[in-house]
């Protein structure tokens, strides 16, 4: 399967625990994006990478929040001391830079905080 | 920066009944559109997309959708409806330089058999 991969697909954690999650994207995507989505909602937008670099964070991304993509290849969004309210999906994205750009979507990681 | 509204959030419609879902965005300047579908249990999948050219776009399916500059619309239509395309589904504008996408809240779409 040569699709979006995420990692784990579930995770119920107790307040106040960090958490990781894993994203893979589409090999030859340069661009990798990361958004949450609560019940009812849309997709929110919270991060880009384009390779390694982060160029843009949403103010829905706070201090606790955190993404890497080390080697412009898979990334991590870390979430330090959950609380209640970060209960939502996750869900990655990646694409090509260039004309007529398409985001691909990831299965997601379903958070559940207690 | 670009908004997207979808009107119908729950619509409930018998098989082979036509579909148009409603869509509308705020930017001015150069627009790329999507529809994304999420069928129970799965991630979201481009249904189809618009970014120059003929304005009425063929998608996976038998969907399509007609980009109305004027009225700043992208209707989503599917001229017969089948149990299958019970799903949620979703209009997405990028910002331009494509660093995100916003999304609109989604509609439910239940076919009724």
């Known amino acids: 399967d040569t699709g979006v991969s995420q990692d784990p697909r579930h995770k119920i954690t107790k307040r106040g625990q960090n958490v990781t999650f894993r994203c893979d994207p589409i090999s030859e995507h340069n661009r990798l994006y990361w958004y949450r989505q609560t019940l009812g909602q849309g997709p929110e937008f919270l991060t880009y990478?384009?390779?390694?670099?982060?160029?843009?964070k949403s103010r829905l991304l706070s201090d606790r929040f955190s993404a890497e993509r080390p080697k412009g290849s898979f990334s991590t969004l870390e979430i330090q001391r959950t609380e209640q309210g970060d209960s939502a999906m996750y869900l990655c994205?990646?694409?090509?830079?260039?004309?007529?750009?398409?985001?691909?979507f990831g299965p997601g990681t379903r958070l559940l905080v207690l | 920066a670009q908004s997207v509204s979808q009107h119908n959030h729950h619509v409930i419609l018998s098989e082979a009944a036509s579909l148009e879902l409603g869509c509308n965005y705020s930017?001015?300047?150069?627009?790329?559109l999507f529809w994304y579908v999420q069928y129970p249990g799965q991630h979201l999948q481009l249904l189809l997309k618009y970014f120059s050219g003929d304005p009425l776009v063929k998608g996976i399916k038998g969907f399509e959708a007609e980009f109305i500059k004027s009225k700043f619309s992208f209707n989503l239509r599917k001229p017969s409806v089948q149990w299958s395309d019970t799903a949620e589904y979703f209009c997405a504008a990028p910002e331009e330089g494509y660093q995100k996408v916003t999304f609109g809240i989604g509609t439910k779409l239940q076919v009724i058999p």
């Open positions: 990478f384009q390779n390694e670099a982060q160029l843009e």
């Open positions: 994205a990646s694409s090509s830079s260039g004309t007529e750009e398409t985001q691909y």
């Open positions: 930017y001015g300047g150069t627009v790329n």
